[in-house]
């Protein structure tokens, strides 16, 4: 789980260089790829029930906040979902 974090908060921090509306859209973005340099760099040792607060709470909120900002996208008069 916590690679998948990992995968995550680099996916929004890429985000954040090439469109920073867009992930000003995303509410917790900064949180999660916070949460993935404590992971990668190891920072400090992580508490469990942060990552798991993270997958069970943060995570659904962020999962939703994609799905409605992708489906008010559209690439080439195409819709993206």
Same mark, same amino acid.
């Given at each position: 789980m916590e690679r998948?974090?990992?995968?995550i908060g680099?996916?929004?921090s890429q985000l954040g260089?090439?469109?920073p509306v867009l992930l000003a859209r995303l509410p917790g973005a $900064?949180? &999660?790829f916070g949460l993935r340099n404590v992971l990668i760099h190891g920072y400090a040792p992580l508490d469990s029930g942060i990552v798991w $607060?993270? &997958?069970t709470?943060?995570?659904p909120r962020l999962r939703s906040a994609i799905d409605n900002l992708l489906s008010g996208l559209a690439i080439d008069d195409v819709r993206i979902r």
């Open positions: 998948q974090f990992e995968i680099e996916a929004l260089k090439i469109s $900064r949180n &999660a $607060r993270a &997958a709470e943060d995570l």
